[in-house]
């Protein structure tokens, strides 16, 4: 696995295959064990609602100090909450792609 930064695409991230997730994670959420906690917390909650989101949606959450609290099961409840809002949902519908008829090509 090459970590240079060099150019050309890297092997270690994933570039298909459903929606991504960023976090953002500062030092007000704890130390770091803490910080990595959630981070994994947070990475399980989503990947049980990604069912309620496009594939080629980019999703970036920031946790607060709060979210050192509940476990994953209720961050995914707090995930699935935020993203049946209704301004997230018109704006995850608003994002896909048409589907447009095929175009017929006549000789």
Excluded: C, W, Y
Excluded at 6 to 34: C, E, F, M, Q, Y
Aim: cysteine-free; aromatic content about 0%; overall charge positive.
């Amino acid at each position: 696995m090459d970590l240079s930064g060099g150019p050309g695409p890297r092997d270690d991230v994933a570039t298909s295959g459903g929606p991504r997730l960023g976090l953002i994670v500062s030092k007000a959420v704890g130390n770091a064990v803490t910080r990595h906690r959630v981070a994994r917390r947070l990475r399980a909650a989503f990947r049980e609602v990604t069912v309620l989101i496009p594939a080629e949606t980019l999703v970036v959450v920031r946790a607060r100090p709060s979210a050192d609290g509940p476990n994953s099961v209720t961050l995914a409840g707090q995930l699935r909450s935020a993203l049946e809002h209704r301004r997230v949902r018109a704006l995850l519908t608003e994002s896909q792609p048409v589907a447009r008829p095929a175009e017929t090509v006549v000789p």
